[in-house]
């Protein structure tokens, strides 16, 4: 089963930040937090990863809580292109990809 | 870099029929998995190879589904009989072995309607 609690959907103005928010409240120490997404009638795409600190890449940036409890995927300039489901998935970098329902966010112009 | 790349994009056939559906994954990762993605639905595993040997099939109806990488490449999924509630998008996704900081590369999958 999956180990997080993300909303069902979530809307966001285009131009503007999209904040996902993930629990994952019992997140083990050596289990990271890993994003994808899925662009309709396209194959899931991975985002961006982290273990405890916050991370960035050209693409989003996460910021995991200190008790490592939560976390949250900010994508800072939302286009129409980033309307998708989102998933947050907890695991050990060699263990399978378990996905739960994800969050589908609808950017709107 | 090419992608994973997955065959046919789309199949519609009878219940009862069989159907076969084909990935080749990204060269050099020895790791390949199939989902199974049901509308509305997140992708739920059904198999993992490693190389040409099975790691995981416990999500993987052995009745009518089966699978095989034979040559630790090219991998094919099968179903026979197939039945109305196997209509879901079928991906297949690779990756290294062991240690893999960016997870997964997806194909585009395979949609199969079963009417």
């Known amino acids: 089963d999956a180990k997080t609690t993300q909303p069902t959907s979530m809307d966001c103005a285009e131009g503007r930040a999209a904040n996902l928010p993930c629990n994952h409240s019992?997140?083990?120490?050596?289990?990271?937090v890993y994003w994808y997404r899925q662009i309709h009638s396209q194959g899931p795409q991975y985002i961006i990863h982290?273990?405890?600190n916050n991370e960035t890449n050209e693409m989003a940036s996460l910021i995991i809580t200190e008790d490592r409890k939560s976390s949250t995927l900010i994508l800072p300039h939302a286009t129409l292109r980033d309307t998708a489901v989102y998933y947050c998935?907890?695991?050990?970098?060699?263990?399978?990809?378990?996905f739960g329902t994800g969050t589908r966010l609808q950017v709107f112009p | 870099e090419a992608g994973v790349a997955q065959s046919p994009r789309y199949k519609i056939i009878e219940k009862r029929q069989s159907v076969a559906f084909w990935c080749n994954p990204i060269?050099?990762?020895?790791?390949l998995y199939w989902y199974q993605q049901i509308l509305g639905q997140g992708p739920k595993l059904l198999i993992q190879?490693?190389?040409?040997?099975?790691?995981?099939d416990s999500q993987l109806p052995k009745d009518r589904f089966s699978a095989e990488r034979l040559k630790g490449v090219d991998s094919t999924l099968k179903i026979q009989p197939a039945k109305l509630e196997d209509s879901a998008v079928y991906l297949c996704?690779?990756?290294?072995?062991?240690?893999?900081?960016?997870?997964?590369?997806f194909g585009s999958g395979t949609r199969l309607t079963v009417v």
């Open positions: 996704a690779s990756s290294f072995a062991g240690a893999n900081n960016y997870g997964y590369t």
């Open positions: 019992t997140i083990s120490g050596n289990e990271y």
């Open positions: 982290g273990l405890k």
């Open positions: 998935i907890v695991r050990f970098f060699t263990d399978k990809l378990i």
């Open positions: 060269s050099g990762h020895a790791t």
């Open positions: 190879f490693q190389n040409n040997g099975v790691v995981d």
